[in-house]
């Protein structure tokens, strides 16, 4: 995911690169489950990454335990702190990505604990830049 967030109470919006694999399978599903995963966890989330650009995962050699998502019964980690399954209501082009506006069907909290959570580092520096100014707050 490029850009990814709630626009609503409801609605969350993600941004793909056109380009990226995944985009076909979203257009065609219409349906997601993403999971919040705690920061322990981080090493095994970015292995994953060597996945990006293969068409389908083999989910019997992913290097966690997964358990079927409560609605749509997709893999998510055992360890998920939080799940949100969603369907995809448009999927709008705008230059080099894919934008597409879902809708929560259900979101469960399922343990506490601090979220992983990933800035791009151009965003990072703009951030680090506006807290070192006085007077003013990080973005």
Same mark, same amino acid.
């Given at each position: 995911m490029?850009l990814i ?14 380009t990226?694999t995944?985009?076909?399978?979203l257009?065609? +599903?219409? %349906?997601?489950a993403?999971?919040? !995963?705690?920061?322990e *966890?981080?090493s095994l989330v970015?292995? $994953?990454?060597?996945n990006?650009k ?5 989910w019997?050699?992913v290097?966690?335990?997964?358990t079927?998502s409560?609605?749509f019964?997709?893999p998510?980690?055992?360890? +998920?702190l %939080?799940v949100?399954e969603?369907? !995809?209501e448009?999927? *709008?082009?705008?230059?080099?990505h894919? $934008?597409f506006l ?5 979101d469960?909290?399922w343990?506490?604990?601090l ?12 951030r680090?830049?506006?807290?070192? %100014?006085?007077?003013?707050?990080? !973005?």
């Amino acid at each position: 995911m490029d850009l990814i967030g709630p626009v609503s109470p409801r609605h969350f919006s993600l941004a793909l690169h056109g380009t990226s694999t995944a985009v076909p399978l979203l257009e065609r +599903s219409q %349906r997601l489950a993403m999971s919040s !995963i705690p920061v322990e *966890q981080a090493s095994l989330v970015y292995e $994953l990454g060597k996945n990006h650009k293969r068409p389908s995962v083999d989910w019997a050699r992913v290097p966690f335990a997964t358990t079927p998502s409560p609605l749509f019964g997709f893999p998510v980690p055992c360890y +998920s702190l %939080r799940v949100r399954e969603m369907e !995809i209501e448009a999927v *709008q082009t705008l230059g080099s990505h894919k $934008l597409f506006l879902a809708r929560t069907l259900q979101d469960q909290h399922w343990a506490d604990g601090l979220q992983l959570f990933f800035v791009h580092g151009v965003y990072q520096a703009r951030r680090l830049r506006a807290a070192s %100014r006085p007077g003013s707050e990080a !973005i």
